[in-house]
């Protein structure tokens, strides 16, 4: 019994747990559909929407995630021509652009506060641009743990099988977050 | 043999695997063994069962006796029940945690978390889990939600009690009422973790079914226990997270002061600065995860009768694809009728309209599984074990429950059922009732998978009787409380004229539900004992065809030595014509059955075609041999 224990040791196979990240991009897409679609409705039924000039600051903060983006698939190109030392230094890059990116949505909702339009009022509208952002900065959060998790593997040369799959689930996750991002920004801008 | 030689390639930086070195914690406290961790979700959903089961019972109390004094309730409850009476909030903050902990911690985790842990590898042949890490944190996390929940009855403000729907203004305003205050927040505490913990169970369930099967299990094999698992974890990761959504905002509205779901509120003499926000936008967002989480507690259920029903009147399931079809129609449906739990809300008729249709649709699949059921059960060589009792009882229920859906989904006559008793009987019946019989009936039929015993029939025979005809003599009374237009929720019929007529009914529901709950200490007592006590199991308890029966009756981390099997035909091949005996498990090959196979088993085949041809030219049927 205690030799064929050992039979269940299959080869490494990162599918199934590939596929657990995606089912996980699927609900969150869905949670960001509840709170999009509430305020869909909520403008609908009050014939208005949160009626501001977004600060420029979402602006910036979109060209830097997108910036990230691409560090993030140069960085996968890296670790496919097996240049780990290439692949980390892109992968700090593409932290540092996060952690930019954090600061620019604190920077924005600062203004937005300079404005008055504070999270606090009675236009839930203007309530919801914080809430769902501040949702947004939770996933970025999450996957900058998935990039710093990558960066370990590759440090720590771990089977090149794994260091790929660290690599692309913090892909996976990381291209949703941005293309997520921008479809917030311009569900914003559209529906003032 | 080749199997020694993998041993001292033992892969020890693959952590998911661990079985290093089993000591009790890894074992039996953070297991990661799926197997350890059914019978985690089994457990915990069974004692949050008997919890929400006495918070009924003293509910039901108040109800058949609202004028007398029970000196022993004071001793239990203390200032929540003074004099030995239930106050009025305590008895709103019992019926909101009886149904939330129904509705998610026994029917959702403690029904899906059991059985499609412990089925799911085991039924589509796969070593464990996609992510038994995961896996193991969904529990954890389940386990805090009920310890938080369970925390709120220790407050002196009482637990949440503006009903599990938790709808806001009650649930947002903390000084609404003593329940909105710590209470509501840590329900909402709760349901987080509870949601992560689904999410996370859900999405498991899901990568497991797509990408772990065995060889030969293609998807038209599986068991049906197996598709009602894979589409209540699809329902759950598209539903749950706009709970999620509505939630926060909720957390929002509670804590921040923001104005979501609130506006114009007037509280004695104050009014409230919020503005602008909906009370009606929660209800939208609660109920898109509401109506499909009811067929997330049902789901798993059916596919445990099926798999029941099937094995034990030896025969195949009628309808296989019908079933698997009307299960993603439920699946489908789902998402688009939750309106019909607003019809009163001021909804535009047209909509309504359009919610009550595509209510009265979900009739459908629901007939043909219903029907499906039946016909198995016809002429069959039924086997009528507690198991199978459970599952025919989980019909019975169905179809009663299922009748008055289709009065109350029909939008006019909500007008007058809405908020009625006539819906504590209906959901009663078709989700509470019938859930909880799936869930025994699989209790029953895979307690010797689970625990390597038997339970004692006898006792399972008395707890079904009893448990059957109670379950009836409380609900079925309800209905007519509800045409009559008693209101659910209400504290006292002394004090509405027209509700006292029905103070003597409520007395007679009320024994019948303690007759119930007295019933479950059958049960109850034959499941502990029966883990230590139990007659030790053989290996195929049912003869039952499923890839579970073919594991090693002793668990082990990776459930079968050696090779996982390979699966060549489907799991319903029960009395097959021409076979000696009345069932062949899913790994057995046709080339061993030949006097039982049948053209269609070749799926086009010719070669297997031909071969089978050439052997029954060579082996005529002898006929009328006796």
Known sequence: MVLTMEKMQDTFDPKPRKFIVWLFVVSSTIMFGGFTSYYLVFAASKGKGHGLVLPDAFIYSSLVIIASSITLVLASRALKKLNFSLQRNLLWVTVILAVIFGVMQFNAWGSMVRTGATLVGNNAAISFIYVVSGMHLLHILGGVGLIINALAGSYKSLPVAKVQYRMEIASIFWHFIDILWIYLYVFLLLNR | ?626
């Open chain 2, 1 to 626: 043999m080749s199997t020694i030689a993998l041993h001292d390639e033992h892969n020890h930086d693959h952590a998911d695997h661990g079985h290093h070195k089993e000591t009790l914690i890894s074992k039996y406290i953070f297991s990661m063994d799926h197997k350890m961790i059914a019978k985690q979700f089994l457990i915990t959903g069974i004692i949050m069962a008997v919890i929400a089961m006495g918070l009924s019972i003293l509910f039901r109390i108040q109800l058949a006796w609202p004028d007398k004094n029970f000196p022993f309730l004071e001793t239990f409850l203390g200032k929540w029940a003074e004099g030995g009476r239930i106050k009025p909030d305590f008895y709103l903050a019992l019926v909101t945690i009886h149904g939330t902990i129904m509705v998610f911690f026994v029917l959702t985790a403690g029904l899906s978390g059991t059985f499609s842990n412990l089925l799911i590898p085991l039924q589509i042949g796969a070593r464990d889990m996609a992510s038994p890490f995961l896996n193991m944190l969904s529990y954890w996390f389940f386990f805090m939600a009920c310890v938080i929940m369970m925390s709120s009855f220790f407050i002196q403000t009482g637990p949440a009690s503006g009903g599990w729907t938790v709808y806001p203004p009650l649930s947002v305003v903390a000084k609404a009422m003593p329940g909105s205050g710590m209470g509501m927040t840590l329900w909402l505490v709760s349901m987080v973790l509870f949601v992560a913990s689904s999410l996370m169970g859900g999405i498991n369930y899901v990568s497991t079914i797509l990408n772990m099967r065995t060889k030969g299990m293609d998807l038209w094999k599986m068991p049906l226990t197996i598709w009602a698992f894979f589409l209540t974890a699809i329902l759950g990761i598209l539903s749950f997270p706009v709970l999620v959504a509505g939630v926060v905002l909720m957390v929002f509205d509670r804590s921040f002061g923001t104005s979501f779901y609130l506006s114009d509120i007037v509280m004695g003499t104050d009014i409230l600065p919020n503005e602008g926000g909906s009370p009606i936008l929660w209800q939208h967002l609660f109920w898109f995860l509401g109506h499909p989480e009811v067929y997330i507690v049902i789901m798993p259920a059916l596919g445990i009768s099926s798999e029941v029903i099937s094995v034990n009147s030896r025969k195949p399931i009628f309808g296989y694809h019908a079933m698997v079809y009307s299960l993603i129609g439920i699946t489908v449906l789902s998402f688009i009728v939750w309106g019909h739990h607003m019809f009163v809300t001021g909804m535009n008729p047209l909509l309504g309209g359009v919610f009550m249709i595509t209510t009265l649709i979900i009739a459908v699949p629901s007939a043909v599984k219903t029907f499906n059921y039946l016909a198995t059960l016809w002429r069959g060589n039924i086997r009528f074990t507690p198991a199978m009792l459970f599952a025919i009882g989980l019909v019975s229920f169905f179809i009663s429950g299922g009748l008055t859906g289709i009065f109350l989904g029909n939008a006019s006559l909500d007008i007058n059922l809405h908020d009625t008793y006539f819906v504590v009987a209906h959901f009663h019946l078709v989700m509470g009732s019938a859930a909880i019989f799936g869930m025994l009936a699989g209790v029953y039929h895979w307690f010797p998978k689970m625990f390597g015993r038997m339970m004692n029939a006898k006792l399972g025979y008395l707890h079904f009787w009893l448990t059957f005809i109670a379950a009836y003599l409380v609900f079925f009374p309800l209905h007519f409380l509800g045409l009559d237009g008693v209101p659910r929720r209400y504290y006292a019929f002394t004090e509405f004229e027209f509700m006292k007529k029905w103070l003597t009914v409520n007395v007679f529901v009320t024994w019948a539900a303690i007759m119930a709950a007295l019933a479950q200490v059958a049960f109850l007592f034959n499941f502990f004992y029966s883990i230590f006590k139990g007659k030790v199991a053989p290996q195929n308890p049912w003869e039952s065809n499923t890839l579970e029966w073919t594991a090693p009756v002793e668990h082990l981390h990776g459930n079968w030595p050696g090779e996982i099997p390979t699966v060549y035909r489907w799991p319903y091949d029960y009395s097959k014509p021409g076979h000696d005996a009345d069932f062949i498990p899913q790994t057995v090959p046709f080339s061993q059955t030949m006097s039982s196979n049948l053209p269609h088993d070749f799926e086009g085949n010719a070669e297997a075609e031909k071969i089978q041809q050439d052997w029954e030219l060579a082996n005529p049927v002898e006929e009328n041999k006796g």
